[in-house]
């Protein structure tokens, strides 16, 4: 094979790497943040509708904080994988000038 059929196929391959590990579900699985993990205890120790209420808050603001930080990684990822699909695709061709 030649340097630019492998470069073509290892781009593919990160490619296909790079969306599974985007779109992969998670179930949720996120590091939870000091305030969720107190409005956990605090729920359990005394349950009723306030501490529930709160407990609420507190995961959605953490799904809200994660899907930021996935959106602030998935952006700058796109970009790269567009300039190098760019650059590395057409590796080794050589321009004919008319």
């Given at each position: 094979m030649s340097r630019r059929t492998i470069l073509r196929l290892l781009i593919?391959?990160?490619l296909f790497f790079q969306v599974y590990a985007f779109m992969a579900p998670r179930n949720r699985a996120h590091p939870m943040s000091a305030r969720?993990?107190?409005a956990f205890r605090a729920n359990g120790e005394h349950q009723g509708a306030s501490t529930q209420a709160v407990l609420e808050e507190a995961i959605a603001q953490d799904v809200r904080h994660?899907?930021?930080e996935h959106l602030l990684v998935f952006v700058p990822l796109l970009v790269?994988?567009?300039a190098l699909?760019?650059?590395?695709?057409n590796y080794g061709t050589r321009q004919h000038l008319a």
């Open positions: 593919i391959v990160a969720t993990i107190e994660n899907d930021r790269l994988d567009c699909v760019y650059f590395l695709w």
